[in-house]
């Protein structure tokens, strides 16, 4: 028989908001058992199986999950005894949702699912096959392996076509389409969605649905006229609020109007339309509704209620271990905490921030990854095509040449479209090359600034002040440290910042290092007000290494009283930045282990790498010039960098922009 599969609700998480829900397609799992086990020599074992899978259904409207697990493994067990394959596959395919989707133990979900597809390959149900094929793609974007779980959607697409199953494929388009906006292609994500709506039919609602939401959440921005546009459509088809996936259309419409700071328009569109005494409490999205309606009275100044909700969400989260949707709850929370003066509750969290903040570092760098990955292959996969091309041009002229001699003309133009063809792709490749070495010098860059031993250094020194019962200097330092986190890894994506941006983040990161040293360092700034005002965009991440050299290398040894010096100037089109210290000196370091001389150079040479790829971008004026200051002969006083950065943007002054330059 066909296996019945209708899309479920599985969030997946937008990259720079909390919401709105992604839905993720799979198989349906409610089935007419009695369909299964129509056999006309039907006996003892096949009615006990029947049995048992009743029970099963019955646990599992109770929640009583172990207890399902229990009665659908001895039908399983007995199904295999019985060799009756279509019974082995339906509670097969049961039990594998009940581990993953309802305790959560992915361990035994990865073997039982391994064990469906080696044994539907046997049996060559490529139906089946694709089903368990899409799973194995989510288990994978589970484990941040998301060039492999690309493979596997890939894979289930083909065969889905080859069996021209369109359901089948609407879920292939969909997890690809998930995939790709988790990733943060975007446009590659939109055009799955898109796909994945041209294969429904207006009576499919479910489906409808589906494509909708998911194309609502690639826009990017959740307050955005397409996306609530995608909403309503979603909407529409939600003639009954229990249907499935219309929970996830409400709470992204209650969202919307949060982001549009109307608390009160998205407290009546949940309290008109979600009924809490419904809904399952291990729906995935009864968790980012308990999130919205967080932020829903943290907007209305109810703090108290506000942190109730925001701790049930934070236990959901935690069981699900989304790193980033507990990070952005914490904050959330440590908010509203707060405001009602509940400061000792929050430095209880701070073993979740020092567990899940190094998870979202490591997924961010693997979803950085990932796009390089995906980058090169789309890219191998237009030169392949550019390459057949080229051949059929070739054959055409050929025969062009031997039968029709008055086309000459035309191959000589064809001739030159070549060139032409040629010339852009050499320019395409330098372009591709040059994004790969910018993408990959900012790995480098968020390495050396949120690498492991920072982090250490840092928790070490709140769990001190919290040992010393200092806990308003282990709340502010806590505060400093969650602040200077979130900013880098906001700006990490973009080669490109603001300058008030770029200052904030080095502050931070100054008073972070004056807070865990032990011996007091002065600084001194000399910002011309002229930059505070214009704010240009300058590239980013270039003068936080410079600075952290100048107080861990040459202040930190020094035994003197420590100052350190930074000016910013600006003329004509660039900015000027000086950074000087009064410590030990480049030539401290001389008789260093070699170890301690590269981890002194990594920080200089990863910015002089990211400053030699702007150079060949075309802005000619990035310099920097290192001087050692001599106070009298053999004895040094400190040192001072120079860094001559190109202005990339500058404000509007009078309707009009004072500099543009490379855009």
């Known amino acids: 028989m066909t296996i019945k599969h209708l899309p479920i609700l599985i969030q997946v998480l937008a990259l720079t908001n909390l919401l709105p829900i992604n839905l993720y397609p799979h198989q349906k799992q409610s089935y007419n058992i009695e369909d299964i086990f129509s056999e006309k020599n039907q006996d003892a074992p096949l009615d006990s199986i029947l049995f048992l899978y009743n029970k099963a259904l019955k646990s599992e409207i109770r929640n009583n999950y172990s207890q399902t697990e229990h009665y659908l493994k001895i039908a399983l067990n007995l199904s295999k005894k019985t060799n009756n394959y279509d019974a082995i596959k339906q509670i097969g395919n049961k039990l594998e949702f009940i581990y993953r989707a309802r305790l959560s133990d992915y361990e035994k979900s990865e073997k039982l699912n391994n064990y469906l597809m080696n044994l539907c390959q046997k049996k060559k149900d490529t139906s089946f096959q694709i089903i368990r094929t899409i799973t194995d793609g989510d288990r994978e974007i589970r484990k941040n392996n998301y060039v492999l779980a690309l493979h596997h959607f890939n894979f289930a697409l083909k065969l889905a076509q080859q069996n021209r199953d369109s359901l089948l494929q609407f879920d292939s388009y969909i997890s690809k389409g998930i995939l790709f906006n988790q990733v943060g292609l975007f446009t590659r994500a939109k055009q799955e969605f898109v796909r994945s709506l041209k294969l429904t039919k207006p009576s499919d609602s479910s489906q409808r649905r589906t494509a909708y939401i998911n194309l609502s959440s690639v826009q990017n921005n959740i307050v955005s006229d397409s996306s609530i546009y995608y909403l309503l459509k979603a909407k529409s088809l939600c003639k009954d609020t229990n249907k499935e996936n219309c929970y996830s259309v409400y709470n992204n419409i209650a969202w919307y109007y949060v982001k549009k700071n109307n608390p009160l328009k998205a407290l009546e569109v949940i309290n008109t339309n979600i009924d809490f005494d419904k809904i399952e409490f291990y729906r995935n999205d009864f968790s980012a509704i308990l999130h919205t309606l967080g932020t829903i009275y943290q907007q209305l100044s109810d703090f108290p209620q506000s942190i109730i909700y925001y701790e049930k969400a934070l236990l959901h989260f935690k069981k699900s271990g989304n790193a980033e949707r507990v990070i952005l709850t914490l904050d959330d929370l440590s908010v509203s905490l707060k405001k009602v003066g509940l400061k000792d509750k929050q430095i209880k969290h701070l073993d979740d921030y020092k567990h899940y903040y190094p998870l979202l570092y490591n997924s961010k760098l693997e979803k950085e990854l990932a796009t390089l990955e995906f980058n090169n292959l789309l890219n191998e996969k237009e030169k392949k095509i550019s390459s057949l091309l080229s051949e059929n041009d070739q054959m055409k002229n050929s025969v062009i040449k031997i039968k029709f001699s008055i086309y000459i003309l035309i191959i000589v133009i064809l001739a030159a479209s070549t060139f032409i063809g040629y010339r852009s792709y050499i320019t395409q490749v330098k372009f591709y090359k040059l994004t790969n070495s910018l993408a990959i010098s900012r790995l480098h860059s968020l390495r050396a600034i949120m690498n492991p031993h920072f982090l250490f250094n840092s928790f070490s020194a709140l769990q001190n002040f919290i040992l010393k019962r200092e806990h308003l200097k282990a709340n502010e330092y806590m505060t400093k440290l969650s602040g200077l986190i979130r900013s880098i890894l906001s700006n990490s994506n973009s080669i490109y910042i603001e300058f008030n941006k770029e200052l904030e983040i080095i502050e931070s990161y100054i008073e972070i290092e004056k807070g865990r040293l032990e011996s007091p360092i002065t600084i001194d700034y ?74 002194l150079s990594i920080a200089t040479q990863n910015t002089t790498e990211r400053l030699n790829i702007i150079t060949e971008l075309g802005y000619k004026n990035a310099k920097v010039y290192v001087n050692d200051l001599i106070i009298q002969e053999g004895i040094s006083g400190g040192t001072e960098v120079i860094i001559v950065l190109p202005i990339i943007k500058q404000k509007k002054i009078y309707g009009e922009e004072t500099k543009l330059y490379h855009n």
Request: with cysteine; proline share 5%; aromatic share 6%.
């Open 526 to 599: 000399h910002i011309d007000n002229k930059l505070l005002y214009l704010n240009p965009v300058i590239p980013s991440m270039i003068l936080q290494p410079y600075v952290e050299n100048a107080i861990i290398h040459g202040l930190t040894p020094s035994k003197k009283k420590k100052k350190l010096i930074i000016n910013f100037t600006t003329e004509e089109e660039v900015v000027t930045c000086v950074i000087r210290d009064n410590g030990v000196g480049r030539n401290y370091h001389k008789g260093q282990k070699k170890n301690h001389k590269q981890n």
